[in-house]
């Protein structure tokens, strides 16, 4: 069946045998996971971080953000959750599927190298390495 919107359901484990319309959210292992929208039966976890989809909580709902494009599940279903409700997007293609993901493995590969952490010596080496 076809869901036109999500309740939340913030847990610590992802149950098993998720309900449809249900959006599940572990905070701690920091993924989400739903049935697809589309009534197709598949799982769809995502995980959640500043690169990659986000959560906000509201008492009008719960959005999920970029959208749920589901290009490997036979159903290709691509939709977005704004206040718990379903809105659906196009389809897209195949070379604009895989230009995103080629955007979303720099988006995330940035993010990662961001947050390294970088030692004094190896800052002062990189200090000292730059001057002219």
């Known amino acids: 069946m076809r869901s036109e919107s999500f309740t939340p359901a913030f847990v610590e484990y992802i149950p098993r045998a998720p309900e449809p319309h249900t959006l599940y959210i572990s905070e701690s292992f920091a993924i989400t996971a739903h049935l697809?929208?589309?009534?197709?039966?598949?799982?769809?976890?995502?995980?959640?971080?500043?690169?990659?989809?986000?959560?906000?909580d509201r008492e009008a709902g719960v959005t999920l953000r970029p959208s749920v494009g589901n290009w490997d599940f036979p159903c290709r279903s691509h939709y977005f959750i704004t206040r718990g409700r379903v809105e659906w997007a196009r389809a897209w293609?195949?070379?604009?599927?895989?230009?995103?993901?080629?955007?979303d493995e720099r988006d995330l590969e940035s993010y990662f190298r961001s947050r390294e952490r970088v030692g004094f010596w190896r800052r002062l080496w990189r200090r000292l390495s730059q001057r002219p």
């Open 36 to 56: 697809c929208a589309c009534g197709c039966g598949t799982k769809v976890f995502l995980p959640l971080s500043p690169a990659e989809w986000r959560i906000e």
């Open 93 to 103: 293609d195949r070379e604009r599927v895989e230009t995103a993901r080629r955007s």
